[in-house]
């Protein structure tokens, strides 16, 4: 039985703006999953809906096997953490994190042990009688996180948590909630924009753009075999290149792009003569010196990222491609006449 | 240079016409004040000697403190209902949509724009169709009319910063709708219905135009109070209730908009 499950479910603000066009999805128990999409793409509607903070304007929602979209959001047992952590100001953080308990049936006793033990588990042991403020941005998510999962949440919501803390601390945040989260087995549902931390943290990640669900699948999987432009470009540095099909056979084909041929693979037929789109990570380009036998092409642009450059190549025809390259020499220099090499099983067919 | 020149002297201006208009302000009710003190029998100036013989005739004075007593109840009355509607209003004004809802915006503040003596008339008219005559219900009814607005902005406003995620972290930990109110929007709001209720205590106070329309014969409150002894004679009581009233009206809007301010930082 899964932990979450939608079935063609749509929202509807008002007449004519549709927030989510008709998804399914489901959550496995125990598993992380990622709504990753630029923002208005419907990812934070979906997770109200689930949360009980919107209704679905159609489909059903279920929790663990039972249809939740008429169950109001206290008696949904669910465990959210908000952006910006939405820790009550005018309580202690025992208060806080005793909050969701008070409503449970437990005895005074039993929640400040268990309070105790969620403040151990989020690693701020004895800022019990402290209050919001006078926590830095970073523990004081660690209190939200602490304080969702002390009623023990049949699903934990994450809407956005990372991202209104700074670059280093977002790092940290990142491997802690995913370390808990294995930890405790949760069902977990996460919305953000960052693809990074959608790779790194996800067991599945959904990629929404305009209120549907363009692809799901293991961060891998999403990244390296993009069923769509979209989800390629939204997704690192890629690479479309147009051109038309010189020759086909069984999931390989010869794109011609000027004078030259690019070896690709692709998952569909494809017919001699179809004009294709190609996609190519940036870094799966390799960047060699003249005279290998590779697609000619000159620098005319290097963008220097420390460990990384990212250069802008022109091939011959004037198609502009992305090459992101780790830096183990000293960088190339724009006007450079380069040769490119990809690997036919890094390039794919649309 | 002449340009740093040119802003010295319209900057002096300007501070000299600030203090202009703060004495025209203020010279007035500091006259006041100051002639409550006079020690002679005359409530005009020169001055002989300062003495509080006036206060104490205030006070002693059964009519007056019948007045203040009046304008207490009515102003404590007409407050409390004034805040237990308009934090209602203000709270389905913000969190919730329907229709209507700009229009009922709109209603709610009427009363700040529509002159008074207007509001006055039509009160009295319209309730006099209904059969019921000028009492202090139809007092108290006016004035939570005339208060609500006050309490309606302030908490309005306060609910508008307010962010709901509060409330929905609230419910999602297992409160229902009641429970969420009582233990999170409550007390975050507190500061901002003391403040309204303070304000809507300084209006019910200070109001005279329209409570002369109200009011039935024989009930005062301390602004028609004053209003009545200045017909007859400028004693020089009416410095020293004048003086109670100006602290009472000024001092309770600034408790009011300090309370607001000191409490709801960095919430």
Redesign the interface.
């Known amino acids: 039985m899964h932990a979450v499950e939608l079935s063609q479910v749509t929202k509807r603000f008002g007449h004519n703006i549709l927030a989510v066009d008709n998804i399914d999805l489901t959550v496995p128990a125990g598993s992380f999953v990622t709504l990753l999409g630029p923002s208005g793409c419907g990812k934070t509607t979906t997770l109200r809906m689930v949360?009980?903070?919107e209704s679905p304007s159609a489909g059903e929602i279920r929790i663990k096997g039972q249809r939740i979209n008429d169950v109001?959001?206290?008696?949904?047992?669910?465990?959210?953490v908000?952006q910006?952590y939405?820790?009550?100001?005018?309580k202690t953080i025992a208060a806080n994190v005793g909050?969701?308990l008070?409503?449970?049936n437990v005895t005074a006793d039993e929640i400040s042990k268990r309070v105790a033990r969620a403040l151990d588990m989020v690693r701020l042991p004895g800022v019990e009688d402290r209050y919001p403020?006078q926590l830095s941005g970073g523990q004081q998510q660690r209190i939200a996180l602490a304080?969702?999962l002390v009623?023990e949440p049949d699903v934990l919501l994450l809407d956005e948590p990372l991202s209104a803390l700074d670059a280093n601390l977002r790092e940290e945040m990142r491997v802690e909630i995913k370390n808990i989260q294995r930890r405790i087995g949760i069902a977990t549902v996460f919305v953000t924009h960052d693809q990074g931390e959608a790779l790194a943290m996800s067991d599945h990640v959904v990629v929404m753009n305009k209120g549907k669900i363009e692809q799901v699948g293991a961060p891998r999987e999403v990244y390296e075999h993009p069923h769509s432009a979209f989800v390629a470009s939204f997704l690192g540095n890629a690479n479309f290149i147009t051109g038309q099909v010189r020759a086909s056979a069984d999931g390989h084909a010869q794109v011609g792009l000027g004078m030259h041929v690019l070896n690709a693979t692709t998952n569909r037929r494809v017919q001699v003569g179809e004009t294709v789109t190609v996609v190519v990570r940036a870094e799966k380009i390799d960047l060699l010196p003249a005279g290998q036998g590779g697609l000619p092409g000159t620098v005319a642009d290097v963008d220097y990222l420390g460990a990384l450059a990212r250069y802008q190549i022109v091939l011959a025809d004037g198609t502009k491609l992305l090459g992101l390259a780790s830096l183990k020499d000293k960088p190339l220099t724009v006007g450079q006449t380069v040769e490119l090499r990809i690997d036919p099983k890094h390039c794919r067919i649309l | 240079m002449s340009a740093t020149l040119e802003s010295r002297a319209a900057l002096w201006l300007l501070g000299l016409f600030s203090v202009a208009v703060y004495i025209f302000q203020f010279a007035p009710i500091a006259v006041v004040m100051l002639l409550s003190f006079n020690g002679s029998r005359s409530g005009a100036f020169p001055m002989e000697g300062l003495s509080l013989q006036w206060y104490e005739k205030l006070f002693a004075n059964d009519s007056i403190l019948q007045a203040f007593q009046t304008s207490i109840v009515l102003a404590l009355g007409c407050s409390l209902v004034a805040t237990a509607v308009g934090v209602m209003a203000a709270i389905a004004l913000v969190r919730y949509q329907f229709k209507a809802k700009n229009g009922i915006s709109t209603l709610i503040s009427l009363p700040l724009l529509v002159p008074e003596v207007v509001l006055g008339v039509a009160l009295l008219m319209f309730l006099k169709l209904m059969g019921v005559y000028r009492s202090f219900g139809m007092l108290l009814l006016g004035h939570t009319v005339l208060a609500l607005p006050f309490v309606v902005l302030v908490v309005q406003a306060r609910l508008v910063g307010l962010?709901q995620?509060?409330e929905?972290?609230?419910?999602?930990?297992?409160?229902?709708?009641l429970?969420?109110f009582r233990?999170?929007t409550l007390?975050?709001i507190s500061p901002a219905i003391l403040g309204g209720f303070l304000f809507a205590v300084a209006i019910s106070f200070d109001n005279i135009t329209a409570t002369l329309f109200w009011k039935k014969p024989g009930i005062e409150t301390v602004p028609t109070k004053i209003f009545a002894m200045l017909r007859t004679s400028i004693s020089p009581e009416i410095n020293a209730l004048g003086s109670v009233m100006i602290i009472v009206t000024i001092l309770l809007p600034l408790i009011g908009g300090f309370v607001v301010r000191r409490f709801s930082r960095?919430?």
């Open positions: 949360a009980g903070l109001p959001i206290h008696r949904r047992n669910l465990g959210i908000f910006n939405a820790l009550f100001p005018h909050f969701g008070k409503y449970r403020q304080r969702a009623i | 962010r995620n509060f929905e972290a609230a419910l999602s930990l297992g409160a229902n709708r429970q969420t233990e999170v007390p975050l960095g919430r």
